[in-house]
């Protein structure tokens, strides 16, 4: 019986797919998590068309991450605080 030499590039997406499940499996773990209700699987964003400024701001408003929101919340505990 021969050895078959096999380059270590065709164990590239095999060892991908393994650390892609292992994360995905600890991604699932977070479910308290926010940012997990918005992205439940972990892989490609659907916002790679977007410039990365116009995906950043997408990405916040999902999320609620936003100075629009904490100015407002600010003002209106101002207002009832009076």
Known sequence: ?????CPATD??????NHWRRVWQAE???????K????KPLLGCSSLS???RQD???V???RIGHTRLITVESTRSTR???L
């Open 35 to 38: 940012v997990h209700a918005v």
């Open 27 to 33: 991604w699932d773990g977070c479910v308290l998590n």
């Open 79 to 81: 207002v009832f605080s």
């Open 49 to 51: 068309s977007l410039s």
């Open 1 to 5: 019986m021969s050895a078959v030499k």
């Open 11 to 16: 164990l590239y997406p095999d060892v991908a």
């Open 55 to 57: 995906a950043v701001i």
């Open 59 to 61: 990405r916040r408003l």
